[in-house]
Structures are given as structure tokens and as C-alpha cells.
């Protein structure tokens, strides 16, 4: 009940009263006198009771809401606020001072639209179990995943929910009222919802789990009802609001003795309306709100507001933590769970073709073709480690995390959790400017993002991650743009100019060999570079380093890599498991790991010998007794054995493979020369040794370059002058601008443009490229004017000739005026303007050619796997006899002819006759007249211009490098077929 109040005047007065009483009634003075005297105490007694009653009392509530079940920062940026472990540990820290304090939360606790948003909400309901919350509201959003998912929650989850006013069918969705002491004074606690809409993020993928339950009421009568109940019983009255600011001014006006409304809605710390205090929260949990209330004569009079901010310097409560470690762990274990990600980018165009079908994620390599030197620039960028930044916080299982750090996550072709070791970590360059299949066909201007928009940064750099993202802005994008200075291939200044802290002993190359002892790939290395570094011995400082990692790692010792995602693209073992049953754990196990032991072990006794020891156990093979070889190479085989097989052989162990794990080093081989990574070649690691180190003596004797790509500097064409002799140097030019001008088919489905673009700028830096459409004005004028058959098609301008290169490649051109067309070679897959209206594939081939014999069975195999042989056909246009016998087989018994032909194709390298062979093997009748020169004339006019070639459907003319593409070819040009095919391979009701 509201505290009763009474002034002196009144208190006087009553003792007056009783003091001059009429006792002449009573039965005599003496009795009177007790009377009086007992009147006197007891009046004492109600003084000293009202005038306690009177002090100020102090109220101490604890506030947080629009939590929207906020588990933990996600450690991307520095300075980020939440987390509820310590969230937990700063409440247990308030109520060592308050511990009369009351924790509350407004509302808005759950968040998001998918199954792994309902787990995150019941581990966070936990967790504020374990916190001990007073109360918390129901608000509208707890009702997203349907009523019964939030009534399991509710009377599972030990938390007191409060709602007045929040009903479905008329069943009430909390206590309408909670009161609670809070020291002397007693607390009525009301919740109360309002109508709102809840954002469902995934609806723009088509994918949502909302289910909003029917027949829910809002009103406020039951509010009205609440506080008349709290009235006589409490001494402040607390609503907890999922109402805007607007409708909570509303209530407060028209619903008399509302003490405090803490609002889930509004982050304005404090506002009065009248005698009501409206407090609002930090959402996400960034904050605790404190409000220290002096309370008197049952109104406050006196208030200090605080938000305590939940900053990472605040330690992480134990109990909390495991729960939110539990959430990871079950992530981490279900794959459908890691497949729940909302979709960053949905509403920009490029990002929505992913999800129609008609565009693709290809990943930075493929982009690295045409800007190797914008990709250099990203590789020493923010965006390119972001992966890693996941990797060490050990959320690269976390889907909201996930999004974030990789590229197209949630998207079709995108990043896979768990599938996408490299293709696709870190935030790539289709991150800022868009899924690029339809860019790296056709690299034009439409159809690619040339230069990202704040809003699309800001679905990443978001109000919580980047908070001051409005000023930061520019600064953000020139930290990303592309100048274009470095190359990852390139002769830089860092290259020649290292610093100490790259060069080994006495400024000698540094030279860094991680291998796993078990792996192939690693022993062949080893194999290829021992004669090197053996030759080099003297004038390099070579460490050979093993990759492993100890179990139950402590601090300072090697635990596994997990910083860096080795670069190299040559095969080897990737440490992507770990298996062992010791101290150490290695991809192949205990063998691999007490071998690579006893190597450690031969490094330290015999460091001028080693290599000896180590090529003869990669010629036996470490599943035999290491003792031979180290009695063959003339080592103590019992100090091996000593050392290998106690602490101290373990502890040397130890120490080699904390180098590969500090680095993150965990593919074998991998070389690294001066801390960057060279490929396994003992050219190129000679060349890149003496690149830098001129001086060396063994430099005397090494070529500078061996061709054109050993030449190559950012900003300059290279040529290898004298290419393989002893004199070969390399002769940097200036690159030559000139312009290649595209003739294309919008229309045209494969008419792709990117294999020549890359190549051509690879070659010539300065080339520069326009596209015109065949059906243009200008496009027609081409055609007539350079004799033009097929799209796309190419012209270079005369300044072309200038260039460095074009001698070599001047035999691959046809001059036309003063300009140049490339041959049609160089063009593996076209359309022509004049072809034949054929259906299906036509195959022209030499059978004398290994070529056109390995492209034949391809193709054999293709039709006969989806049962459709009628789709090929067969035409033997080589010179020679073998393919005159086939053609001739192909008029007479046109069915055999397929497996004639893969007959001869076994035979062909050791029988000379195998044709003859192979046609009377099938029963080959040969009859009728050689026809190959019509053949050869049908050819040309389908725009065959080499041998093997393939025409799609009398129009589409593939050659060269195409043909392998040649069935994702056809299934381009035929959609509607490869779901045929697919079902032909995988009857219905097989999965």
C-alpha cells in the first residue's frame, strides 16, 4: 500500500488530545492517570513509527532491454560493448554494493527468424536464469517463433514474466503483476506490450521461420486493471514497456500513479512526464542501466541514472560462459544449424541473380587473371585476413559471424561452413563489387559493382560493429581502394630491400622448408631441393621445420595453426585433421610424428649431414627400420635412438614445430625464401635466391630467367632476353597502350570474352578494352570492314605493333588495314553468323592425334552415361588412311563406329594397325566412297578452323582449350535438358 503521511500539526494535535482527556468518567484518578500514561507511550510509540516512516528510502534498480538475446561481441572491432557473461559478472559486482537492487529487463529479448535464432534465445534465457533477473516483460517479439515455442520457454526457462495487457485467445501471456521488495520499500512491477511489426531479416531469400500465432490482443485496460491492483499494496509502481516512446507519454497521462517506466524501445536515458521517470536501455545488452531512486512519501523524489557500460575490460562470469560455449558447441556439431544465415546482401541486383540462378561466385583467383595488381593490393588489406580473425576467437562455425568474414555466405555457390577451406574465406573482392561469374565471361562495365555504396558497406559495418561509420566512411574506402602498385608476383622493393628480421644468420638468404615426414608431396620436395641447398650449404641459412601440433596445449607451447591460410597452389598435405596418441598430433599420425622426431634429432647431432639421412628414409620409406639408413650414412644409431626416445628428443620436437604453428603454416611443402612463399622448383627458388642476392657466388652460375614469366614486374613488360643460356637476362620495358575493341552478342550464352582478356592483359599490361554489340551500327561496320564470321570477335588498333611482345605473337594475327584480328584460335568458343540449323554436338576429329582421340571418349562417355547417343556426332576430316577407314565405317555400320573407335584408342600407342583391327574386332564392313573433302567444306563453313573441333546445335564452333567445357557448354545453351540428363542419372526416387 502507498506509505501514510502525517504533518506535525496533526501529530501535535493528537497528543493534545489524549492529554486532556475527560477522565471524571472513568472510575477514578488513579485509573485515569494509567489511562493517560499508557495513551502517552503508545502515542511516543507512532510518533517515532511515522517519522521513520517519513525518511527517504533508497531504491536501487538494475535495467536492461531489447536485448534481442545478444550473446557475446564478436571480437571484430576493438572496443565492443555486450556479451552476457560479463554482463553477469558486472550485475554480481552491482549487488555487492546494492544488494537490494532489482534486476529487470523491458522486453524485446528474442531476435531473428531462424532455428539457430530459437537456440541462441533459449541459451540467453538461461543465462539470465543463472543472473537472477526480478522480472522481465513479455514484449510482442517474444511471440516470433509462435506461442508455443515462447510458453515452453516461459515456463522452462525460470525467468518471472510479467504482462498486463498481452493475450492470444484471451489466455494471458505472463503475471499481469509482480511485487518485489526492494529493502524497505515494496516494488510492483507491471509488463506491458504494444502492437508492432517485427522484422523478419531472411524474407528477401524466401526463407523465414516467423510464425506469428493468431488471435493475439493488445490492450490497455489490463493496464489500467494492474496498477489499481498495485495501488494499496505497493510503494512504486514500475512498468516495464515494449510500447514507442509516443504511446508510453500516452499512458503515463492517462493512467494516474505510474512511479517509473522502463522502456525497450528508447535509448534516451531519462525523461520525466509529470511525477513518471521514462528510463530507456542500450540494446543488445551494451549496457546495464542503474538507477539509484530516492523514495519518499511514496513518490521519488530524487534520481541518479547511470549506464554501466559492458566494456571488454569486464571479465566474463564462469557459469554464463559455458552456457554461451554450449551454444557454440552445438553449432559446431550440426551442420543444418550452420546453414541458417541470413543473407547480408539480399535487395542488390548482382547478389539477387545468385539466388535466381544466373549468376555465380567464382572467388579472388579467378579475378587475380585480369587485376593481379588489385588483388595484390587486397592481399596486404584488412578484408584479406578477415577469416583468420574468426579462426582465433574460434567463431568460423558461427553463421552470424560467418556472414561477415567470408564471401557470398548464405547464398548459393557462396561460402560453405566447413566445405570452403580457402576458395572463398575472408572478404573478397565480390564481397564489395558482386558475384562475378557474368563479369568474368564478359568483363564489361554492366555487369559488375564498379565502386560499393555506403549501404552496402553498412550491412556489414553496421550501427553495432562500426558505430561512427558516417565519418569514417571515406577514410574505410581508401584504406580498400585499389591503387594498383603491388603484384603477388611482382619484383617490388620489398623484394630487393628486406628487412633484418627477414634475412637469416649474418644477412643470408633466409630459407624456410615446412614439410609433414610422412607426406608425399613433402618428400618430393625434399628430393628436388636437397641438391640445392646442399650446393648452397654456405650461403643460405636453411631451417627445415615440421608441421604438427601438441595436444592440450599450454601456454608457450605449439598449439595448431590457425592464423594463416597457406597461399600456395601447389598439391600437398593440408593439416586440416590431427591424429596421435602421445604428446604430439600430426595429420598421419604416431609414425609421422616419432619420425619426425628422430629427423629433429639427426638436424641437431649432424647438422652438416642431415640431408644424407633424410633422402635415404624417403628412398626406403619410414615404415621401415630408420637404423639402416643411419648406419648407411655412417650416424650413431643408439645416440639417435637415446635422444628420439626421451623428454629430450620431445623437447627439440617442440621447438621445431612452434614455427610452423606461429606463421599458421599447415600445408606440406611449404617454402618460404625471405618470409614469402616460392613454389617447390629448384629454378625458381634459385632464381628467387639470386633475385635478391646477386653477390652470391652460386649466383654466377644461374640464369636470370628461363622465359617471359620470370621477367615480371608490377608496372613493366618483361622479356627474357637469351632464354636458356648462361647469358639470359632479363629487359624491362614500358607497357604500350592500345585498344581492343570486342564484337558481341548480348544474347549469346557462351560467347565468353574473359579467357582472351586475361591472357591478352598477361601479356600486354597497357591493353585497354571496349565491347560493341553485333547489332549495332558500329557492330555491323566491323564485321563488314575486318571480315568478321563469328562472335566474339577482336580488333586491335595499329598501336598494337609498338608493343613489346608482338613479334612473338605476331604469327597469332592477321593484318586487316591497320589494324589487327587475332586468329580464330585464339577464340575457343564462338558464335558464328553463318551456320546450320543442326541439333545436338558435331564432333570433328584426326584419329591420328592423341587430342582428338581423348576428346572422342569424353564425349562417347558423356552420351552414352545420360542415355542420349544420338546427341553426338562422328566426322573423320583428317588426313591419312585411319581416318578414311573410319569415315567409310561411319557410312556403313554408323552404331559400331563409338566403339571401334575407343578400340583404337587403347591400341593406338603400340599398334600400328589397330584401325583395321579395331573395325574387323566390331564387324566393320568397309564399303562406299571417301567423302572426307565434303566433309572438310561443311567444316569450314560451320567455322572449324583446327582439328579436334566441336560445332553445338550447327552454330557454336568450340576448339582449343573449350573443348574440355564442351558438355557444361551444351547444358548452357540447353537448360531445359540438364534436368532431363540429371534424371536419367539419378532415377526419381533415388537421392
Request: with cysteine; net charge neutral.
Amino acid at each position: 500500500m502507498k506509505m501514510v503521511s502525517m504533518r506535525p500539526d496533526e501529530i501535535s494535535g493528537l497528543f493534545l488530545q489524549t492529554k486532556f482527556m475527560d477522565t471524571n468518567s472513568l472510575t477514578g484518578q488513579t485509573i485515569s492517570k494509567k489511562i493517560s500514561l499508557t495513551f502517552f507511550v503508545c502515542l511516543l510509540s507512532l510518533v517515532f513509527s511515522l517519522a521513520g516512516q517519513s525518511r527517504a528510502a533508497e531504491v536501487v534498480l538494475l535495467y536492461t532491454g531489447d536485448t534481442q538475446s545478444f550473446l557475446e561481441v564478436c571480437g571484430c572491432a576493438d572496443n565492443q560493448l555486450g556479451g552476457i557473461a560479463r554482463r553477469a559478472t558486472m550485475v554480481n559486482d552491482l549487488k555487492l554494493s546494492y544488494p537490494n537492487a532489482l534486476l529487470l529487463d523491458a522486453g524485446s529479448l528474442f531476435a531473428g527468424d531462424t532455428v539457430l535464432d530459437q537456440l541462441r534465445c533459449k541459451i540467453h534465457l538461461q543465462a539470465m536464469k543463472a543472473i537472477h533477473y526480478d522480472a522481465a516483460n513479455v514484449g510482442m517479439g517474444e511471440l516470433r517463433f509462435g506461442q508455443a515455442f515462447f510458453e515452453t520457454m516461459r515456463d522452462s526457462g525460470g525467468i518471472p514474466f510479467v504482462s498486463a495487457n498481452l493475450k492470444i485467445n484471451g489466455v494471458q501471456m505472463g503475471a499481469p503483476v509482480r511485487i518485489l521488495d526492494a529493502g524497505d520499500v515494496r516494488v510492483g512491477v507491471i509488463g506491458v506490450a504494444g502492437e508492432r511489426e517485427i522484422e523478419v531479416h531472411g524474407m528477401a531469400m524466401g526463407v523465414s521461420h516467423i510464425n506469428m500465432p493468431d488471435g493475439i490482443t493488445v490492450v490497455l485496460d489490463g493496464v489500467k486493471e494492474a496498477v489499481a491492483q498495485l495501488h494499496q499494496q505497493t510503494d512504486l509502481i514500475v512498468v516495464l514497456s515494449d510500447l514507442d516512446r509516443e504511446a508510453e507519454r500516452d499512458l503515463v497521462q492517462h493512467i494516474a500513479d505510474i512511479d517509473i517506466v522502463i522502456s525497450a524501445r528508447s535509448t534516451e536515458a531519462t525523461h520525466r512526464i509529470g511525477n513518471t521517470l521514462l528510463l530507456g536501455t542500450h540494446p543488445q545488452g551494451k549496457a546495464i542501466g542503474q538507477a539509484i531512486l530516492t523514495v519518499e512519501s511514496g513518490q521519488v523524489t530524487a534520481e541518479q541514472i547511470t549506464p554501466v557500460l559492458i566494456s571488454e575490460s569486464i571479465g566474463e562470469d564462469r557459469t554464463v560462459k559455458r552456457l554461451v560455449d554450449e551454444f557454440y558447441n552445438l553449432v559446431q556439431k550440426n551442420s543444418a544449424l550452420q546453414q541458417t544465415a541470413r543473407p547480408r546482401f539480399a535487395g542488390f541486383a548482382l547478389e539477387d541473380q545468385v539466388r535466381q540462378g544466373t549468376n555465380r561466385y567464382v572467388g579472388v583467383e579467378t579475378c587475380k587473371g585480369c587485376h593481379s595488381a588489385e588483388v595484390a593490393d587486397w592481399e596486404h588489406s584488412h578484408h584479406a585476413n578477415a577469416f583468420n580473425r574468426l579462426l582465433q576467437k574460434q567463431k568460423h562455425y558461427q553463421p552470424d559471424c560467418v556472414t561477415c568474414h567470408t564471401t557470398g555466405f548464405g547464398y548459393p555457390t557462396g561460402f560453405r561452413i566447413g566445405k570452403d577451406a580457402k576458395r572463398l574465406t575472408n572478404v573478397q573482392c565480390e564481397v564489395c563489387h558482386g558475384p562475378g561469374e557474368q563479369h568474368v565471361r564478359r568483363p564489361e562495365v554492366r555487369n559488375i559493382r564498379r565502386t560499393p555504396s555506403p549501404d552496402l558497406c553498412q550491412r556489414c559495418h553496421d550501427a553495432n560493429q562500426t558505430p561512427d561509420f558516417d565519418t569514417r566512411f571515406a577514410d574505410m574506402l581508401a584504406e580498400v581502394n585499389h591503387k594498383g602498385h603491388g603484384s603477388s608476383h611482382a619484383i617490388t622493393k620489398s623484394d630487393t630491400e628486406q628487412s633484418e628480421t627477414e634475412l637469416g644468420r649474418s644477412g643470408r638468404p633466409l630459407v624456410e622448408l615446412f614439410v609433414m615426414a610422412d607426406c608425399p608431396y613433402g618428400i618430393r620436395a625434399e628430393q628436388t631441393l636437397a641438391p640445392l641447398f646442399r650446393k648452397l650449404r654456405d650461403q643460405i641459412d636453411f631451417h627445415l621445420y615440421f608441421i604438427a601440433d601438441e595436444a592440450d596445449a599450454k601456454d608457450g607451447a605449439s598449439s595448431p595453426p590457425v592464423a594463416r591460410t597457406t597461399r600456395t597452389t601447389e598439391p600437398g598435405c593440408q593439416a586440416t585433421t590431427a591424429t596421435g596418441t602421445g604428446r604430439f598430433r600430426s595429420l598421419h599420425g604416431d609414425r609421422e610424428i616419432a619420425e619426425g622426431i628422430r629427423q629433429t634429432v639427426v638436424m641437431s647431432l649432424y647438422p652438416d649431414r642431415f640431408w644424407d639421412y633424410i633422402l635415404c628414409r624417403n628412398k626406403s620409406g619410414i615404415a621401415t627400420d630408420w637404423r639402416v639408413c643411419a648406419t648407411q650414412v655412417n650416424m650413431d644409431a643408439a645416440k639417435i635412438a637415446e635422444l628420439s626416445e626421451n623428454d629430450a628428443g620431445e623437447t627439440l620436437f617442440a621447438e621445431n614445430i612452434r614455427r610452423a604453428n606461429l606463421l599458421g603454416i599447415n600445408a606440406s611443402p611449404t617454402l618460404r625464401v625471405n618470409g614469402r612463399d616460392v613454389k617447390t622448383s629448384s629454378h625458381e627458388v634459385a632464381q628467387f635466391i639470386c633475385r635478391n642476392n646477386k653477390n652470391l657466388p652460386f649466383c654466377a652460375d644461374v640464369p636470370e630467367c628461363l622465359s617471359d614469366r620470370d621477367c615480371v614486374h608490377s608496372d613493366k613488360v618483361g622479356l627474357c632476353l637469351n632464354s636458356g643460356t648462361p647469358h639470359a637476362q632479363c629487359e624491362m620495358r614500358d607497357p604500350i597502350s592500345f585498344q581492343t575493341t570486342i564484337l558481341n552478342d548480348a544474347t549469346c550464352e557462351v560467347c565468353d570474352t574473359y579467357p582472351f582478356i586475361r591472357s591478352t592483359l598477361s601479356l600486354f599490361p597497357g591493353a585497354e578494352f571496349q565491347t560493341v554489340d553485333v547489332n549495332s551500327e558500329m557492330g555491323q561496320d566491323l564485321i563488314a570492314r575486318y571480315g568478321l564470321d563469328r562472335v566474339p570477335a577482336y580488333v586491335l588498333n595499329n598501336e598494337f605493333e609498338k608493343t613489346a611482345r608482338f613479334n612473338r605473337l605476331a604469327h597469332h594475327v592477321r593484318r586487316v588495314g591497320d589494324h589487327f584480328v587475332p586468329s580464330a584460335l585464339l577464340t575457343p568458343i564462338a558464335r558464328i553468323f553463318q551456320g546450320r540449323d543442326l541439333r545436338g554436338v558435331d564432333l570433328f576429329l584426326d584419329v591420328r592425334t592423341p587430342v582428338s582421340l581423348s576428346i572422342a571418349e569424353q564425349l562417347l562417355q558423356w552420351v552414352k552415361k545420360v542415355n542420349a547417343p544420338g546427341r553426338l556426332r562422328l566426322h573423320f576430316v583428317g588426313d591419312g588412311k585411319q581416318n578414311a577407314l573410319f569415315q567409310l565405317a561411319q557410312q556403313t555400320t554408323p552404331e559400331r563406329v563409338a566403339d571401334a573407335l575407343l578400340c583404337h584408342k587403347q591400341k593406338a600407342s603400340s599398334d600400328t594397325s589397330s584401325v583395321e583391327n579395331c573395325l574387323k574386332q566390331m564387324g566393320i564392313a568397309i564399303s562406299g566412297k571417301d567423302n572426307r573433302t565434303a566433309i572438310r567444306a561443311t567444316a569450314r563453313e560451320l567455322g572449324v578452323t583446327s582439328l579436334p573441333a566441336v560445332v553445338i546445335d550447327g552454330r557454336f564452333v568450340v576448339q582449343a582449350e573449350g573443348l574440355k567445357r564442351t558438355e557444361s557448354l551444351f547444358y548452357r545453351l540447353h537448360p531445359e535438358l540438364f534436368q532431363r540428363d540429371r534424371n536419367t542419372l539419378r532415377p526419381s526416387g533415388v537421392k
